[in-house]
């Protein structure tokens, strides 16, 4: 299989070279398609969909990443509502890369039950790239990326929004206000400050269901309401922007962002659940044990310097994430009896640092270069343990070639070549009598240190045919350096009573992808059919063991290990504007995985899906809109599992939403969304929802209803 | 260009056939095992009335299609931290006293009947999860069973 890749690779170089045509110097094509709610193009590497802000505030869900689960490929790991990661292509944690003004978002994202830190209100501009961005974005980006923008500069001297959110499920309410000031300087020089602050709560979560079936038992669950499921969030961004018209600093940007989210965790979310602890107190608001506090911040800089004809970009960040679980001390000798409730505390320290320069070289060809440096710090406390202190270094160089000779077919080529190492402090658990530790520990982490190499690599082309058709295909290698779990996790995890454990015997996971997009266009629609094939040599995953955990309470034994893995899948998207007022669009999706030691698929990987929208909109004048929208989601039965995985029926859910907007000027306007999700109040599962082994059904009908103010 | 185009659909054809050219391997042995049974002290029922000083005998039934692996015997305390349980007929009962137990059993065959006897410390009362769970020799795991032990003075 290896060598067959190889092969491909260098026969599509020979046959590509030799199949140009001489056509004069031209800029470096964008192959690009404007649908409704996104632009979808395919620049070099990357194949990516540009989503509609509009979009965003029509179709937004409780987090972030609920709301891109209408895009086709797009779909959300879930626990509850209030936690959420985004999932692209059956990718999720660290396979996919949140970039912020060039710097990779560095959280907790090594656990499945850990969620996106962000606002989901502070996006300017959402870009999503489907299939490997590993060459800029880290080699961790096998799966795709989400780059994130600010909000635009404002179109006079200032601009402010006031937004407000309210539903009626688990009774979110919220609000984000931002406002930023152009700056009047000398010199040409323009600048502009801002900040948001955004604040949202939201009560015990409900669900369409008044029992669930556990184990060999049903608990009641009174109303529907899952107990301790509250959350609260908390964020501020600030920033300040400058550009230059002369000198060698041409721009500048400096952004602060405070994320801090607290989360209750259903009881049965940690360990068994019991009538009592499913009953709840009664107050749907408060946060109870168990639950999860996170505070995420971040300070980025991001600076252009004028190099010759050249620019040569730097992007500097520190991260800094905490994150407290809460829980009742229940390992019975290994916490003293008097213990507090702080199970777990884990502080994660990222600096990163990327420098770049383009260069055009002869012929038209660009160059893009870049030199990277990442270094983590990791603490661990508390009672319990999972993960050890770490400290691990990465720095990496890559370089891109792009022809932009061509008008008709263009061809481009990259590699990236990484080092880095990791620094694991050992961990020993003492073992108590009561209040009193006793003699003899349990070594949970030996120290470990290693270094390693890798190495990716990518080729493509884009060609645009006659009758506005276009291709667009990348084949390359890619790699993944293993997460801190991956190496040295050794306890029980949230959600179940497994007993996960890492392997320092882990190598650097690789593989190689062939990504390609045919896309064609009419005139007033277009369609686009991607296919997408992945084969990792050793792709690392949570297998389950033929033997139990030796702590008290820890149930199978799951073991990263690495296996030979083939992942296929594509989606075919379809979007037609039949009249002036009304938008149809539909896409299919699927992702098909084997591990090919036991035939099976792998876990957390969506099912088939259908997705539509229909869009009906009217204008009066300039000043007011209406817009109705009907979002349609069939997923098809996921009988694809792996081991132990429970599979899930397939479901339909019908989303409406009804959108008023009134326009008094240029920046003046108010909008309004009323949104009723689950019209028809399914009672279905969601595969990819770590509530889904405990059998808790999804939301039911809920209503939620957005203001926004625009001055 | 007509070359690149042919190269294109090669490449495409090839890409396919390396898909479906993979050697289907034969799927692993994906059945659960099964606990048939749980009898505590000869009884099979969700709830278990006991005496605290007392020893109680649990024995498992359970069967697999191809190879047991291990069995675990886990008793936890029921109340979560609030005190006492809701366990109908013993609504109110408070959990007092510390108590846990766990045990291992290695196993192998298609069928097996392990059995345990378990101590109960006498300075206990309250209610008490009786966890069973069972693994074959390729990692699948039984649906597990949790039953309520209620340990009286």
Redesign the interface.
């Known amino acids: ?1 290896k060598a ?2 190889i092969l ?1 690779l260098f ?2 170089c020979i ?2 070279t ?4 001489s056509i004069p110097r031209q800029e470096g094509r964008v192959l690009e398609i404007k649908g409704h709610w996104f632009t979808f193009q395919a620049q070099d590497f990357f194949s990516s969909m540009k989503v509609d802000p509009n979009m965003l505030s029509q179709q937004r869900g409780g987090q972030l990443s609920n709301t891109l689960t209408f895009l086709p490929g797009v779909s959300a790991l879930n626990t509850g509502v209030g936690i959420a990661k985004p999932v692209i292509r059956g990718f999720f944690g660290s396979r996919v890369a949140v970039m912020d003004m060039g710097i990779r978002q560095e959280g907790q994202q090594w656990g499945n039950d850990h969620g996106l830190e962000w606002d989901q209100f502070s996006i300017g501009n959402l870009t999503i790239v489907k299939g490997a961005a590993s060459l800029e974005f880290g080699g961790d980006a096998l799966g795709g990326a989400l780059i994130i923008e600010h909000e635009p500069w404002p179109k006079n001297k200032n601009s402010t929004q006031i937004l407000g959110v309210v539903s009626n499920n688990n009774r979110q309410r919220g609000w984000s206000v931002f406002h930023q000031q152009v700056l009047k300087l000398s010199n040409g020089v323009s600048a502009r400050c801002g900040a948001r602050i955004t604040r949202l709560s939201t009560d015990d979560y409900r669900v369409p269901v008044d029992s669930f079936t556990y ?3 049903t608990l009641p669950l009174k109303n529907g309401v899952l107990s301790n499921t509250a959350t609260q969030e908390n964020h501020i961004t600030a920033f300040s922007e400058w550009r230059f018209p002369n000198g060698g600093l041409r721009s500048l940007r400096l952004t602060y962002r405070l994320n801090d989210t607290q989360s209750g965790l259903f ?1 049965g979310f940690v ?2 659940p ?4 499913v ?1 709840g107190d009664g107050d749907k608001s408060n946060f109870s ?1 168990p639950r999860v506090n996170n505070l995420h911040q971040k300070l980025l800089l991001a600076m252009q310097f004028k190099a010759g004809d050249d620019f040569i970009r730097m992007n500097v960040g520190f991260q800094r994430s905490n994150r407290v679980e809460l829980s ?1 001390p ?1 390992q ?2 290994f916490v003293p ?1 008097s213990a507090d409730s702080l199970s777990l505390g884990l502080t994660l320290n990222t600096t990163q640092w990327n420098l770049g320069k383009d260069w055009i070289l002869f012929n038209a060809w660009r160059l893009k270069t870049g030199l990277q440096f990442q270094l983590k710090q990791s603490e661990v406390c508390g009672n319990e343990f999972l993960i050890p202190g770490f400290k691990q270094h990465q720095q990496a160089f890559y370089a891109t070639v792009v022809d932009q000779n061509q008008i ?2 263009h061809q481009f080529f990259g590699v990236r070549v990484e080092q880095g190492g990791i620094a694991i402090k050992g961990y020993q658990q003492p073992w108590y009598n009561v209040d009193q530790p006793t003699d003899s520990v349990l070594v949970r982490a030996l120290p470990f240190a290693k270094r390693s190499m890798g190495w990716a690599a990518q080729y493509g ?1 884009t ?1 645009t045919g006659p009758k506005d058709w276009q ?1 667009h ?1 990348v ?1 390359g290698k890619v790699y993944r350096i293993p997460q801190i779990n991956e190496w040295a996790i050794n306890g029980i995890h949230h959600g179940s ?1 497994r007993h996960e454990k890492g392997s320092t015997d882990l190598k650097w996971e690789s593989g190689y992808q ?1 990504d ?1 997009n045919v896309m064609k266009e009419w005139g007033n629609g277009h369609a686009q059919l991607t296919g997408f ?1 992945a084969y990792y040599d050793n792709f690392i995953f949570l ?6 955990s ?1 702590l ?2 820890g ?2 034994v799951y073991a990263y290990q690495q296996r030979a893995v ?1 992942w ?1 899948g594509g989606e075919l998207f379809l979007d037609w504007h039949p009249l002036q007022w009304w938008n149809t669009d539909f896409a299919l999706e699927a992702i098909h995985t ?1 591990e ?5 698929g792998l876990p957390f990987v969506p099912p088939i899906a259908m997705k539509s929208n229909q869009r009906w909109y009217w204008s009066k004048g300039n000043q007011h809109e209406w817009a109705f929208l009907v979002n349609m989601r069939y997923a098809f039965d996921q009988n694809r599992v792996s ?2 995985e429970r599979t899930t029926p397939g479901y339909f859910v019908m989303n409406a939403n009804f959108q008023y907007g009134y326009k008094w000027s240029n920046q003046r306007s108010i909008s309004f969304v009323l949104q009723c999700n689950n019209v028809n109040n399914s009672v279905y599962y969601n595969h990819l929802s770590l509530y889904r082994p405990m059998n808790l059904a999804e939301q039911g009908r809920w209503i939620q209803g957005t203001m926004a103010l625009n001055f | 260009m007509k070359i690149s185009k042919k190269m294109h659909w090669f490449v495409m054809g090839m890409m396919v056939l390396t898909i479906f050219s993979c050697k289907p391997e034969e799927v692993q042995d994906v059945e659960r095992p099964v606990i048939n049974s749980v009898m505590v002290n000869s009884v099979q029922q969700e709830t278990h009335e006991l005496t605290a000083g007392n020893s109680f005998v649990v024995q498992v039934g359970l069967t697999d299609n191809e190879d047991l692996s291990q069995l675990k015997i886990n008793v936890h305390s029921a109340d979560d931290g609030h005190g006492h349980v809701d366990l109908p007929g013993y609504e109110g009962l408070e959990n007092v006293g510390l108590w846990s137990y766990s045990r291992v059993f290695d196993l192998s065959g298609t069928a097996s009947s392990p059995t345990s006897t378990i101590a109960i410390p006498d300075t206990i009362t309250g209610v008490w999860h009786l966890e069973i769970m069972a693994i074959d020799k390729a990692g699948n795991e039984s649906d597990e069973k949790v039953y309520n032990l209620v340990v009286l003075p």
């Open positions: 299989m067959t890749f491909l026969w599509m046959q590509v030799w199949g140009q045509d184990l060999n038992r009881p360990g068994v019991t009538l009592q602890s009953s044990l009742r229940h019975p000798g009896y008709h077919f082309w060609w291709v295909s084949l009573h062939w390609a094939v297998a389950p063991q033929s033997y139990f030796d008290p309470d149930g199978q083939l296929t084997r090919n030691t036991t035939g099976l081991r132990n």
